[in-house]
């Protein structure tokens, strides 16, 4: 069984970055698919990008694209999203979750996600 714990959430200013991992200490998840999700509080969970694991494609939310990028190092069984650029509505629990399938589409959004993170805080202040 896949077991993620998220890790590199914090404050941040308006304008800036951080960086936060996903990483695996269960079963290999070099296979599947890692999704990044944020849920602010008072709103619903949002799907922010998924990676692949066949060729590292990547698909993103419209609120993020152009400022977050998702990467992996399946040798180190390790997720990233690199959030640039990073603004007050960022602010939320981030959470990383893997899937089955080996590729993302464009409505991951609906992929059976069954592996979970605890989440990562990230706040913005603008």
């Known amino acids: 069984q896949v077991q993620l714990a998220e890790s590199g959430g914090g404050l941040v200013r308006a304008g800036g970055s951080l960086r936060l991992a996903c990483t695996n200490t269960?079963?290999?998840?070099?296979?599947?698919?890692i999704g990044w999700f944020r849920q602010a509080p008072g709103k619903e969970r949002e799907p922010v990008s998924c990676?692949?694991?066949?060729?590292?494609?990547?698909f993103y939310g419209d609120s993020v694209k152009g400022r977050f990028t998702a990467s992996r190092d399946n040798e180190k069984e390790t997720g990233y999203l690199q959030m640039d650029n990073l603004k007050a509505e960022d602010t939320a629990v981030y959470y990383c979750a893997t899937d089955h399938s080996p590729r993302c589409t464009g409505n991951y959004a609906v992929f059976p996600f069954g592996s979970w993170g605890q989440g990562t805080q990230v706040t913005v202040s603008s």
């Open positions: 990676v692949s694991s066949s060729d590292n494609s990547t």
């Open positions: 269960g079963f290999t998840m070099r296979y599947f698919v």
